[in-house]
């Protein structure tokens, strides 16, 4: 999606990078102990979905011209995405809810809208400082981390063997994306450092050049006074002539 819509460039690296995430977190997902191939395709197509949005959201950040803050970026996606989710609650959930019986607690559904605001404004400050692709390979760490813990809060979830590897593969694919970004930055800190020493000897020879042409200005302002001083005196000579002939005649 990134390269698509023309916010990263197509790297042999990272692409090797992703598919080892990729796998590692298809290994976790067939090591499930309740899999299932329908639930499996709308994560899959939520996934597509998430990674569009996204690289939309760096777009509107990043781009020049544009140049969105968090707060701002929120104002604009949450109607978006308040259209987006009202229609599949209306039509599937809110059925089961009238059936169920839900009763409406404003607290728990208070502390959960304050969770989301707070996680759409990290969000968003990372994809302005990064991008879309760093989010998406911290999700994979953020998942990782979701897991364990509700493996200590429900005793009944359990984890396989599979998916403690296919997390493993996966987390070492997050590192390598880790030094390949480290690296990244580093090679472009020092080609930024490098700018101020050729712009300071740039400026260092425009002042020897404007030295110099002051130097020749000076000689050639000389040379002009000097001619001009013999065209003013050069008048005296007839004039002293004449002086001298009067006095001959007296």
């Given at each position: 999606?990134?390269?698509?819509?023309?916010?990263?460039?197509?790297?042999?690296?990272?692409?090797?990078?992703?598919?080892?995430?990729?796998?590692?977190?298809?290994?976790?997902?067939?090591?499930?102990?309740?899999?299932?191939?329908?639930?499996?395709?709308?994560?899959?197509?939520?996934?597509?979905?998430?990674?569009?949005?996204?690289?939309?959201?760096?777009?509107?950040?990043?781009?020049?011209?544009?140049?969105?803050?968090?707060?701002?970026?929120?104002?604009?996606?949450?109607?978006?995405?308040?259209?987006?989710?009202?229609?599949?609650?209306?039509?599937?959930?809110?059925?089961?809810?009238?059936?169920?019986?839900?009763?409406?607690?404003?607290?728990?559904?208070?502390?959960?809208?304050?969770?989301?605001?707070?996680?759409?404004?990290?969000?968003?400050?990372?994809?302005?400082?990064?991008?879309?692709?760093?989010?998406?390979?911290?999700?994979?760490?953020?998942?990782?981390?979701?897991?364990?813990?509700?493996?200590?809060?429900f005793p009944e979830s359990k984890l396989t063997g599979l998916n403690i590897i296919?997390?493993?593969?996966?987390?070492?694919?997050?590192?390598?994306?880790?030094?390949?970004?480290?690296?990244?930055?580093?090679?472009?800190?020092?080609?930024?450092?490098?700018?101020?020493?050729?712009?300071?000897?740039?400026?260092?020879?425009?002042?020897?050049?404007?030295?110099?042409?002051?130097?020749?200005?000076?000689?050639?302002?000389?040379?002009?006074?000097?001619?001009?001083?013999?065209?003013?005196?050069?008048?005296?000579?007839?004039?002293?002539?004449?002086?001298?002939?009067?006095?001959?005649?007296?």
């Amino acid at each position: 999606m990134a390269i698509i819509c023309g916010t990263d460039k197509a790297r042999c690296d990272l692409f090797l990078n992703m598919i080892l995430v990729s796998f590692g977190v298809a290994i976790s997902s067939f090591g499930e102990i309740h899999f299932n191939i329908t639930g499996t395709a709308y994560q899959v197509t939520g996934i597509l979905a998430e990674a569009l949005r996204l690289v939309l959201t760096q777009v509107l950040l990043q781009k020049k011209g544009l140049s969105l803050n968090p707060i701002t970026s929120l104002y604009y996606i949450a109607p978006c995405s308040f259209l987006f989710l009202f229609v599949p609650w209306f039509l599937l959930e809110k059925p089961e809810m009238e059936a169920q019986q839900v009763t409406f607690n404003f607290w728990i559904f208070f502390s959960n809208a304050l969770c989301a605001l707070a996680l759409n404004i990290s969000v968003f400050l990372v994809i302005g400082r990064t991008g879309a692709i760093t989010v998406r390979v911290a999700g994979v760490l953020k998942d990782w981390i979701l897991i364990a813990l509700s493996t200590l809060v429900f005793p009944e979830s359990k984890l396989t063997g599979l998916n403690i590897i296919g997390y493993a593969i996966a987390l070492t694919g997050v590192v390598i994306y880790n030094y390949i970004k480290l690296k990244d930055s580093h090679s472009s800190q020092l080609s930024s450092d490098s700018i101020p020493e050729k712009l300071k000897a740039l400026m260092k020879e425009k002042k020897l050049e404007k030295k110099s042409s002051e130097v020749y200005d000076g000689d050639e302002a000389d040379v002009a006074g000097a001619s001009a001083t013999v065209d003013e005196e050069a008048p005296l000579v007839p004039r002293a002539s004449h002086v001298a002939g009067r006095t001959n005649s007296d």
